[in-house]
């Protein structure tokens, strides 16, 4: 018989069997789709060898006007800006003492344990205050030791927590019996904003907070945590940044006043000359490119500033910060939407701003003097996962719902999805608000990471090619991910709290040296007819480019089995690695394994590719096989 020219179609299909599937891909692991064939994704290199405190869930980068380059990093600890190898602590501040509100303690010699009592502190476990103007308490803790910035250890009670007395190196010191002070009468603690939960907390109740905490069968006491799960938004305001933590207030980072020392960023109400009617507490914010609105969405309404209302849209004054209160004067006001119970999250395109609710998605469109902005209702009975599942490629909009994946393009449809089932069928729900939606335009890509099963953090992606409707899978923890833009790399955080430049070399760069790729794809089953005959394969000839690699001979293992009933387990296998032998010097073609014998037999076949190499990079062509009918028995 002739040879048979293995031609796929491109994507990962799970949506049917693999039998089925017949002429298709049927597994993936780090494999995109490109011009129709399968390739190994490219590798990624640490950004910097400096670490972030917390889970990063936000990354957003600008340049200021002298062109630096910085980049904001929200997590569930801090928020940094990052200019250079540096990480800039810029936490917004929720309030500072007066001198004397803070006292110490020792608990015990011998022990690290320092009791810190300020009168209705306001802090929660994990919340980072930084102290000044302490005296020693008169041995091992000294004022150095004091005035640094804490962790919270622990929370005592609305008027007392722990923190554990370190050095400035971060060592543990230990109380001796000379620490019998208080810290003198000038001690004032600056407290950072309340920190978030990197995993999220279904609520109180059996296994919601430390064991032993409460009395036996009442609910968790979890009044020492926060409850929601870290989320930042921030834009641009010209080269100053805006950025807002969900549900709570909105911040004012100054590049020109802040960038010498890298100062705090502070609340949009406490900037000079506001109008005390910003919002204070939000769900997003934003700016408008075209019209140079700042837009705070699901928020308090100017007459009851404090009081949240989870549709509400509000807008300052055209390149403004400071004015938020409406007047025939000025642009600044606010809509609220009439559909849904909270709004979810906005994306804005090139033409419009669209703003998502629990079940309905809006149109938000600048109109100008007198009403400045219009909304209109595109569709109801939609749903989206979580706040950070939606990504734009111009006036394309893509997202992801509990069931569907979605497109708008003028009009919402659901994304044909060949991996549906893979994906939401062991989805963690209880952890969807850590799903994300992630752009790689430099190859037409809309990635969405995820929690699989158990798992409490990201560990799946799924990939959807717009430019080729096509699908892919694999396993990556990224918690973060920035498409390239003026950073030469898309950027993204990992959960070992590193950020990586993605698609740089071919390898994993999160160890020094980096470490191999396992990259794959495997075809679903060939048979001859319907089956009934039992086929023999004699020749694989191979058809691949490792373009690209960088390892003097890179290889490829191509792995056919066989099986002789779809339910059953493929029973024969053989490997065969196939290495470049030539490169030319002028040409692009390249000369391979000539061809790889193997015997084997049975009723259907599958096609495997992959690599466990590094320094190699690999597209696969058309392979081709040497099968015959073989009989049926």
């Known amino acids: 018989m002739p040879l048979q020219k293995l031609q796929l179609r491109p994507g990962i299909n799970r949506e049917t069997t693999s039998y089925t599937n017949e002429g298709g891909w049927f597994a993936a692991e780090k494999i995109r789709f490109r011009f129709g064939v399968p390739e190994k994704i490219g590798g990624w290199l640490k950004s910097t060898s400096n670490?972030?405190?917390?889970?990063?869930?936000?990354?957003?980068?600008?340049?200021?006007?002298?062109?630096?380059?910085?980049?904001?990093?929200?997590?569930?600890?801090?928020?940094?800006?990052k200019e250079g190898t540096a990480f800039n602590d810029v936490t917004p501040l929720r309030v500072t003492t007066s001198a004397g509100d803070v006292t110490f303690a020792k608990v015990a010699n011998s022990d690290a344990t320092i009791t810190v009592t300020d009168t209705s502190h306001g802090a929660v476990k994990n919340d980072f205050v930084t102290f000044s103007g302490a005296d020693s308490l008169g041995g091992n803790i000294t004022a150095n030791v004091l005035n640094q910035e804490y962790q919270i250890a622990s929370i005592t009670s609305a008027n007392v927590y722990t923190i554990e007395a370190?050095?400035?190196?971060?060592?543990?010191?230990?109380?001796?019996?000379?620490?019998?002070?208080?810290?003198?009468?000038?001690?004032?603690?600056?407290?950072?904003?309340?920190?978030?939960?990197?995993t999220t907390v279904l609520g109180t109740g059996w296994g919601a907070s430390t064991w032993g905490r409460g009395t036996w069968d009442s609910a968790a006491d979890l009044t020492d945590i926060s409850f929601i799960l870290r989320i930042w938004t921030h834009d641009n305001f010209g080269e100053d940044l805006l950025l807002n933590v969900r549900e709570g207030n909105i911040y004012y980072w100054d590049t020109s006043a802040k960038a010498a020392t890298y100062g705090r960023a502070v609340a949009l109400s406490d900037l000079t000359s506001a109008d005390g009617k910003a919002p204070t507490v939000a769900k997003q914010v934003m700016v408008s490119d075209r019209d140079r609105h700042i837009i705070a969405f699901?928020?308090?309404?100017?007459?009851?500033?404090?009081?949240?209302?989870?549709?509400?849209?509000?807008?300052?004054?055209?390149?403004?910060?400071?004015?938020?209160?409406?007047t025939a004067t000025n642009t600044a006001g606010g809509l609220r939407l009439g559909s849904g119970s909270e709004i979810i999250c906005a994306v804005e395109t090139r033409q419009q701003i669209l703003v998502f609710t629990d079940v309905s998605l809006h149109s938000m469109q600048f109109l100008g003097p007198p009403f400045t902005f219009g909304i209109n209702q595109i569709s109801k009975n939609i749903t989206i996962m979580a706040p950070l599942v939606v990504k734009a490629s111009d006036d394309i909009v893509f997202w992801m719902g509990l069931e569907d994946f979605y497109v708008y393009d003028g009009r919402v449809q659901k994304l044909p999805c060949t991996v549906r089932s893979y994906v939401f069928e062991d989805f963690n729900i209880h952890q969807k608000e850590k799903a994300f939606a992630a752009l790689n335009s430099s190859f037409g890509e809309v990635w969405w990471f995820y929690p699989s099963g158990d798992?409490?953090?990201?560990?799946?992606?799924?990939?959807?090619?717009?430019?080729?409707?096509?699908?892919?899978?694999?396993?990556?923890?990224?918690?973060?991910?920035?498409?390239?833009?003026?950073?030469?790399?898309?950027?993204?955080?990992?959960?070992?709290?590193?950020?990586?430049?993605?698609?740089?070399?071919?390898?994993?760069?999160?160890?020094?040296p980096a470490g191999a790729i396992t990259a794959y794809v495997e075809s679903s089953q060939f048979d001859i007819g319907d089956g009934d005959n039992y086929a023999f394969i004699r020749r694989l000839i191979p058809d691949i480019t490792f373009?690209?690699?960088?390892?003097?001979?890179?290889?490829?293992?191509?792995?056919?089995?066989?099986?002789?009933?779809?339910?059953?387990?493929?029973?024969?296998?053989?490997?065969?690695?196939?290495?470049?032998?030539?490169?030319?010097?002028?040409?692009?073609?390249?000369?391979?394994?000539?061809?790889?014998?193997?015997?084997?037999?049975?009723?259907?076949?599958?096609?495997?590719?992959?690599?466990?190499?590094?320094?190699?990079?690999?597209?696969?062509?058309?392979?081709?096989?040497?099968?015959?009918?073989?009989?049926?028995?």
């Open 51 to 81: 670490t972030f405190l917390g889970t990063c869930r936000a990354l957003h980068s600008w340049a200021s006007l002298d062109s630096t380059l910085r980049t904001g990093v929200g997590t569930n600890l801090k928020y940094y800006i």
């Open 166 to 198: 370190k050095d400035t190196d971060g060592d543990e010191v230990l109380a001796n019996s000379s620490d019998s002070g208080d810290g003198g009468s000038s001690v004032v603690g600056a407290y950072q904003i309340n920190t978030g939960l990197d």
């Open 298 to 326: 699901g928020c308090d309404p100017e007459d009851t500033i404090g009081t949240q209302d989870p549709l509400m849209i509000r807008f300052s004054h055209q390149e403004s910060a400071i004015i938020w209160e409406s």
């Open 455 to 512: 798992s409490t953090e990201i560990d799946r992606y799924v990939i959807y090619n717009y430019q080729e409707q096509a699908w892919s899978i694999g396993t990556l923890a990224r918690t973060a991910w920035l498409d390239r833009g003026i950073n030469r790399y898309p950027l993204a955080a990992g959960t070992d709290n590193y950020l990586y430049n993605q698609e740089n070399g071919l390898d994993d760069g999160s160890s020094s």
């Open 547 to 633: 373009k690209g690699s960088t390892a003097v001979s890179p290889s490829a293992t191509f792995t056919l089995k066989t099986r002789d009933f779809p339910g059953a387990s493929y029973d024969t296998t053989t490997d065969s690695t196939v290495t470049r032998s030539v490169e030319g010097s002028i040409s692009t073609v390249e000369e391979y394994t000539t061809q790889v014998h193997v015997r084997l037999r049975g009723r259907s076949f599958a096609l495997k590719v992959g690599t466990t190499d590094t320094k190699v990079h690999w597209r696969l062509g058309s392979p081709r096989v040497d099968v015959r009918q073989d009989g049926r028995r």
